[in-house]
Protein backbone atom coordinates (compact mmCIF):
# COMPACT_ATOMS: atom_id res chain seq x y z
CA UNK A 1 0.00 0.00 0.00
CA UNK A 2 1.61 3.10 -1.22
CA UNK A 3 -0.18 5.58 0.10
CA UNK A 4 -2.43 6.10 -2.99
CA UNK A 5 -5.52 4.35 -3.49
CA UNK A 6 -7.25 3.97 -6.62
CA UNK A 7 -10.28 1.84 -7.16
CA UNK A 8 -12.02 0.07 -9.36
CA UNK A 9 -8.24 -2.27 -9.61
CA UNK A 10 -9.84 -3.77 -13.21
CA UNK A 11 -12.92 -2.31 -15.45
CA UNK A 12 -14.95 -3.71 -18.44
CA UNK A 13 -16.93 -1.11 -20.20
CA UNK A 14 -18.73 -1.12 -23.31
CA UNK A 15 -18.14 1.70 -25.69
CA UNK A 16 -21.72 3.19 -24.67
CA UNK A 17 -20.90 2.77 -20.56
CA UNK A 18 -20.02 5.97 -18.87
CA UNK A 19 -17.54 5.06 -15.80
CA UNK A 20 -15.76 6.94 -13.03
CA UNK A 21 -12.23 6.17 -11.95
CA UNK A 22 -11.59 7.01 -8.38
CA UNK A 23 -8.21 7.81 -6.95
CA UNK A 24 -7.48 9.08 -2.94
CA UNK A 25 -4.53 10.10 -1.27
CA UNK A 26 -4.26 11.15 2.29
CA UNK A 27 -0.04 12.17 2.27
CA UNK A 28 -0.84 15.59 2.46
CA UNK A 29 0.00 16.03 -1.08
CA UNK A 30 -1.44 18.84 -2.99
CA UNK A 31 -0.80 17.70 -6.46
CA UNK A 32 -2.33 14.79 -8.37
CA UNK A 33 -2.28 13.56 -11.55
CA UNK A 34 -3.83 10.74 -14.39
CA UNK A 35 -0.94 8.74 -16.56
CA UNK A 36 -2.33 6.71 -19.53
CA UNK A 37 -0.18 3.49 -19.53
CA UNK A 38 -0.02 1.68 -22.81
CA UNK A 39 2.06 -1.27 -23.87
CA UNK A 40 5.19 -0.21 -25.80
CA UNK A 41 4.85 3.29 -25.27
CA UNK A 42 5.75 5.88 -23.07
CA UNK A 43 3.73 6.96 -20.09
CA UNK A 44 1.82 9.70 -21.10
CA UNK A 45 0.44 12.71 -18.72
CA UNK A 46 -3.23 13.66 -19.03
CA UNK A 47 -4.38 15.72 -16.35
CA UNK A 48 -2.49 17.43 -13.35
CA UNK A 49 -4.44 19.52 -10.96
CA UNK A 50 -2.20 21.93 -8.12
CA UNK A 51 -4.42 22.49 -4.98
CA UNK A 52 -7.67 21.28 -6.96
CA UNK A 53 -7.18 23.38 -9.86
CA UNK A 54 -6.57 21.93 -13.44
CA UNK A 55 -3.01 23.65 -14.19
CA UNK A 56 -2.42 20.81 -17.70
CA UNK A 57 -4.45 18.88 -20.16
CA UNK A 58 -2.32 16.91 -22.53
CA UNK A 59 -4.65 17.17 -25.31
CA UNK A 60 -6.91 14.70 -24.20
CA UNK A 61 -9.97 13.95 -25.87
CA UNK A 62 -13.16 15.16 -23.94
CA UNK A 63 -14.60 11.43 -23.69
CA UNK A 64 -11.66 12.02 -20.70
CA UNK A 65 -13.19 14.12 -18.09
CA UNK A 66 -11.22 14.86 -14.63
CA UNK A 67 -12.67 16.07 -11.42
CA UNK A 68 -11.11 16.91 -8.42
CA UNK A 69 -13.03 18.02 -5.42
CA UNK A 70 -10.38 18.74 -3.10
CA UNK A 71 -6.63 17.77 -2.81
CA UNK A 72 -7.12 14.08 -1.41
CA UNK A 73 -9.57 12.97 -4.23
CA UNK A 74 -9.55 12.62 -8.29
CA UNK A 75 -11.60 11.40 -10.56
CA UNK A 76 -11.34 10.79 -13.96
CA UNK A 77 -14.93 10.30 -15.67
CA UNK A 78 -15.02 7.98 -18.66
CA UNK A 79 -18.18 8.29 -21.97
CA UNK A 80 -18.18 6.88 -25.04
CA UNK A 81 -14.49 5.29 -25.19
CA UNK A 82 -12.70 3.97 -27.72
CA UNK A 83 -11.05 0.25 -27.88
CA UNK A 84 -7.75 2.38 -28.28
CA UNK A 85 -8.63 3.74 -24.22
CA UNK A 86 -8.03 0.09 -23.39
CA UNK A 87 -4.49 1.01 -21.07
CA UNK A 88 -3.66 1.19 -17.29
CA UNK A 89 -4.85 4.40 -15.74
CA UNK A 90 -2.17 5.25 -12.98
CA UNK A 91 -2.99 8.03 -10.30
CA UNK A 92 -0.06 9.91 -8.49
CA UNK A 93 0.51 12.62 -6.16
CA UNK A 94 3.12 14.91 -4.91
CA UNK A 95 3.67 17.93 -3.22
CA UNK A 96 3.65 20.62 -5.62
CA UNK A 97 7.77 21.50 -5.46
CA UNK A 98 9.12 18.29 -4.36
CA UNK A 99 12.15 16.41 -4.50
CA UNK A 100 10.75 12.92 -3.68
CA UNK A 101 8.92 12.67 -7.05
CA UNK A 102 5.66 11.40 -7.10
CA UNK A 103 3.65 8.91 -4.83
CA UNK A 104 1.59 6.16 -7.59
CA UNK A 105 -1.03 3.93 -6.96
CA UNK A 106 -1.64 0.57 -8.49
CA UNK A 107 -3.72 1.57 -11.52
CA UNK A 108 -7.09 0.77 -12.68
CA UNK A 109 -6.67 -1.94 -15.48
CA UNK A 110 -9.41 -0.77 -18.14
CA UNK A 111 -10.68 -2.66 -21.14
CA UNK A 112 -13.22 -0.70 -23.75
CA UNK A 113 -15.01 -3.61 -25.59
CA UNK B 1 10.19 19.32 -25.96
CA UNK B 2 11.50 16.58 -23.27
CA UNK B 3 11.97 13.47 -24.43
CA UNK B 4 13.43 10.29 -21.89
CA UNK B 5 15.07 7.54 -23.67
CA UNK B 6 15.85 3.62 -22.19
CA UNK B 7 16.48 0.36 -23.88
CA UNK B 8 13.50 -1.35 -24.10
CA UNK B 9 15.01 -4.85 -22.48
CA UNK B 10 17.56 -6.13 -20.28
CA UNK B 11 18.73 -9.71 -19.51
CA UNK B 12 21.13 -10.91 -16.27
CA UNK B 13 21.51 -14.02 -14.59
CA UNK B 14 20.68 -14.01 -10.79
CA UNK B 15 23.96 -12.57 -9.08
CA UNK B 16 25.25 -10.68 -11.57
CA UNK B 17 25.16 -6.82 -11.59
CA UNK B 18 22.64 -5.09 -13.72
CA UNK B 19 23.06 -1.50 -15.54
CA UNK B 20 19.86 0.09 -17.01
CA UNK B 21 20.87 3.23 -19.18
CA UNK B 22 19.13 6.44 -20.14
CA UNK B 23 19.48 9.53 -21.69
CA UNK B 24 17.52 13.10 -21.09
CA UNK B 25 17.30 16.32 -23.15
CA UNK B 26 15.95 18.82 -20.68
CA UNK B 27 19.86 20.13 -19.05
CA UNK B 28 17.68 21.96 -16.42
CA UNK B 29 16.19 19.33 -14.66
CA UNK B 30 16.75 19.22 -10.64
CA UNK B 31 15.94 15.96 -10.22
CA UNK B 32 16.64 12.57 -12.15
CA UNK B 33 14.04 9.57 -10.35
CA UNK B 34 14.00 6.01 -11.12
CA UNK B 35 11.29 3.86 -10.41
CA UNK B 36 10.66 0.44 -10.70
CA UNK B 37 6.96 -1.31 -11.72
CA UNK B 38 6.33 -4.86 -10.94
CA UNK B 39 3.41 -6.53 -12.98
CA UNK B 40 0.03 -5.34 -12.19
CA UNK B 41 1.58 -2.53 -9.85
CA UNK B 42 1.95 1.06 -10.06
CA UNK B 43 5.51 2.93 -9.82
CA UNK B 44 7.37 2.61 -7.10
CA UNK B 45 9.91 5.14 -6.63
CA UNK B 46 13.47 3.84 -6.40
CA UNK B 47 15.74 6.58 -5.96
CA UNK B 48 16.77 9.75 -7.00
CA UNK B 49 19.68 11.76 -7.49
CA UNK B 50 20.03 15.85 -7.55
CA UNK B 51 21.51 17.20 -10.83
CA UNK B 52 24.41 18.48 -8.89
CA UNK B 53 25.75 15.49 -7.99
CA UNK B 54 27.47 12.94 -10.27
CA UNK B 55 27.11 9.80 -8.19
CA UNK B 56 24.42 7.87 -4.89
CA UNK B 57 24.68 4.87 -3.63
CA UNK B 58 21.82 2.74 -1.25
CA UNK B 59 22.70 -0.36 -0.78
CA UNK B 60 22.30 -2.19 -4.04
CA UNK B 61 21.78 0.55 -5.79
CA UNK B 62 24.22 3.07 -7.60
CA UNK B 63 23.15 6.29 -10.10
CA UNK B 64 25.72 7.89 -11.75
CA UNK B 65 24.64 10.99 -13.59
CA UNK B 66 26.72 12.36 -16.39
CA UNK B 67 25.31 15.98 -16.80
CA UNK B 68 27.35 16.97 -19.76
CA UNK B 69 26.19 13.77 -21.78
CA UNK B 70 22.46 13.96 -19.94
CA UNK B 71 23.28 10.31 -19.50
CA UNK B 72 21.91 8.59 -16.25
CA UNK B 73 22.52 4.79 -15.35
CA UNK B 74 21.20 2.49 -12.41
CA UNK B 75 23.49 -0.58 -11.27
CA UNK B 76 21.88 -2.95 -9.41
CA UNK B 77 24.75 -5.25 -7.83
CA UNK B 78 23.62 -8.61 -7.05
CA UNK B 79 20.21 -8.79 -9.18
CA UNK B 80 18.26 -11.01 -7.46
CA UNK B 81 14.67 -12.68 -9.28
CA UNK B 82 12.66 -10.41 -7.01
CA UNK B 83 14.25 -7.39 -9.23
CA UNK B 84 12.35 -8.82 -12.30
CA UNK B 85 10.44 -5.35 -13.50
CA UNK B 86 10.15 -2.43 -15.61
CA UNK B 87 12.87 0.03 -14.68
CA UNK B 88 11.80 3.58 -15.64
CA UNK B 89 13.62 6.84 -15.99
CA UNK B 90 11.78 10.23 -15.34
CA UNK B 91 13.53 13.59 -15.29
CA UNK B 92 12.03 16.70 -13.68
CA UNK B 93 10.87 19.18 -16.66
CA UNK B 94 10.15 22.37 -17.84
CA UNK B 95 13.06 24.57 -16.17
CA UNK B 96 13.08 22.35 -12.79
CA UNK B 97 9.70 22.47 -12.08
CA UNK B 98 10.12 19.36 -9.39
CA UNK B 99 6.04 18.63 -9.69
CA UNK B 100 6.57 17.85 -13.32
CA UNK B 101 8.07 14.39 -14.29
CA UNK B 102 9.12 13.31 -18.21
CA UNK B 103 9.17 9.39 -18.19
CA UNK B 104 10.97 7.05 -20.06
CA UNK B 105 9.64 4.56 -22.21
CA UNK B 106 10.83 2.12 -19.35
CA UNK B 107 13.52 -1.19 -19.77
CA UNK B 108 11.89 -4.90 -19.09
CA UNK B 109 14.58 -6.19 -16.92
CA UNK B 110 14.83 -10.12 -16.54
CA UNK B 111 16.30 -11.75 -14.11
CA UNK B 112 17.61 -15.38 -15.38
CA UNK B 113 17.70 -17.84 -12.14
Known amino acids: ETGVTQTPRHLVMGMTNKKSLKCEQH?????MYWYKQSAKKPLELMFV???????ENNSVPSRFSPECPNSSHLFLHLHTLQPEDSALYLC????????????FGSGTRLTVV | GEDVEQSLFLSVREGDSSVINCTYTDSSSTYLYWYKQEPGAGLQLLTYIFSNMDMKQDQRLTVLLNKKDKHLSLRIADTQTGDSAIYFCAESGYGGATNKLIFGTGTLLAVQP
Open chain 1, 49 to 55: YNFKEQT
Open chain 1, 92 to 103: ASSQEVTQYGYT
Open chain 1, 27 to 31: LGHNA
